[in-house]
């Protein structure tokens, strides 16, 4: 691993650790108003519209629970989803240095060379599954990861404010914050050897 790296992990290990350590000095009422204002609120909207079917005879009553952002921009919420799957390709194909680009422009080409009542239904309908189809799914991945991330730190959150009457949150960061400062200094000693 190289120094740099070791380096990193040790500022990461200070940074889960100062947090741990700082829940120590936050009470704990504000780590409650962190987790219900921020984190729940997320995670609301986050959430996906529900599909209900209700009998033309029976009329929809309202419950508690039935304030989802997504039920009431149902547009918005899909649009985002394209575009979340958009940047996600935007993204990736920087990460390969523009091969996916090049793989799509080649792609086409190559249909374009075929007869035309093979390659243009081909280019057609495979491009509307991919515009229609492939971004949206792209962007629903995208939108699991965001409901996952924030129910994860809602439940990291709970198990902090149980644990942290008891002192076992700030010996946890404080043996995060040892294991950060350690790293960095191998990492600086690595580094200085090079």
Request: with cysteine; net charge positive; glycine share 10%.
């Amino acid at each position: 691993m190289p120094a740099y790296q070791v380096t990193m992990l040790g500022l990461v290990l200070d940074i889960i650790g100062g947090f741990l350590v700082a829940v120590e000095a936050i009470e704990l009422k504000n780590l409650r108003i962190l987790r219900e204002r921020v984190f729940r609120t997320a995670y609301r909207y986050t959430l996906s519209p529900r599909i209900r079917v209700i009998p033309a005879a029976v009329k929809p009553r309202k419950r508690k629970d039935d304030d989802r952002p997504a039920e009431r921009f149902v547009g918005v919420f899909m649009g985002l989803h394209y575009l979340a799957g958009f940047l996600v390709l935007v993204v990736v194909n920087g990460l390969v240095g523009g091969r996916l680009l090049d793989w799509a422009v080649h792609g086409v080409l190559w249909l374009l060379q075929r007869p035309w009542y093979i390659g243009w239904p081909v280019l057609v309908i495979g491009s509307l599954y991919l515009i229609v189809g492939g971004l949206w799914m792209l962007g629903e991945l995208v939108h699991v990861l965001a409901t996952k991330t924030t129910t994860f730190a809602i439940h990291v959150l709970e198990v902090i404010e149980v644990r942290t009457a008891d002192g076992a949150v700030g010996i946890i960061g404080f043996a995060f914050l040892f294991a950060g400062f350690a790293l960095q200094m191998c990492g600086t000693y690595l580094g200085r050897m090079r």
